[in-house]
């Protein structure tokens, strides 16, 4: 069965801090991949997609990607965090195109301090 | 930018009630689906609905539960009986074929 694992539970960086958030996934086939990000009190948001192509891949908010195949990762970055980058973010993958069930990873909390 | 709409945002019910949450998704979307988090726990994922009809289902989603498309627009999840574990943030999602938009859910606390 499809799995995806998000081994930080909770981050805290300062300002003007470098993150990367782990995502791995485990699935033999093709294999789509997202971040969502949920802010306080509101829904999840999309930040970014792999699904072929490049495997580095930006999203929204200075936010990247990278999909190393070799190491079923799916690691989101991003250079310089800010404080309203204060949220829960979850990775998801999905195993085909069309009306597939995403499967999420349990999420990281990220608390940025100003 | 068209968004997934849920109403009501919070629904507080007597175990043994019906409820029933309602989703509007976004208008060319071909795909709809409910999730569910409890609190500290992950998204999980209950139904997805294609074409007028229940496509997959998880195991969660039991004899309690149905799904409807009443009107073309709107997309609602029905608990007949709902029980304690019932709890959580229920969160409508639809998508045009590979990109899931979700909707800003709907907790539902069960008394």
């Known amino acids: 069965a499809q799995s995806v694992s998000q081994h930080n539970h909770h981050v805290i960086l300062s300002e003007a801090a470098s993150l990367e958030l782990g995502c791995n996934y485990s699935y033999g086939g093709t294999v789509n991949l997202f971040w969502y990000v949920q802010y306080p009190g509101q829904h999840l948001q999309l930040l970014l997609k792999y699904f072929s192509g490049d495997p580095l891949v930006k999203g929204i908010k200075g936010f990247e990607a990278e999909f190393i195949k070799s190491k079923f990762s799916f690691n989101l970055r991003k250079p310089s965090v800010q404080w309203s980058d204060t949220a829960e973010y979850f990775c998801a993958a999905l195993s085909n195109f069309g009306n597939e069930k995403l499967t999420f990873g349990t999420g990281t909390r990220l608390t940025i301090i100003p | 930018e068209p968004e997934v709409t849920q109403t009501p945002s919070h629904q507080v019910t007597q175990m043994g009630q019906e409820v029933i949450l309602r989703c509007v998704p976004i208008?060319?979307?071909?795909?709809f689906y409910w999730y569910r988090q409890i609190l500290g726990q992950k998204v999980e994922f209950l139904v997805s609905f294609y074409n007028n009809e229940i496509s997959e289902k998880s195991e969660i989603f039991d004899d309690q539960f149905s799904v409807e498309r009443p009107d073309g627009s709107n997309f609602t999840l029905k608990i007949r009986s709902t029980k304690l574990e019932d709890s959580a943030m229920y969160f409508c999602?639809?998508?045009?074929?590979?990109?899931?938009?979700f909707g800003p859910g709907t907790r539902l606390t069960v008394l």
């Open positions: 208008s060319n979307h071909l795909y």
């Open positions: 999602a639809s998508s045009p074929r590979d990109t899931q938009y």
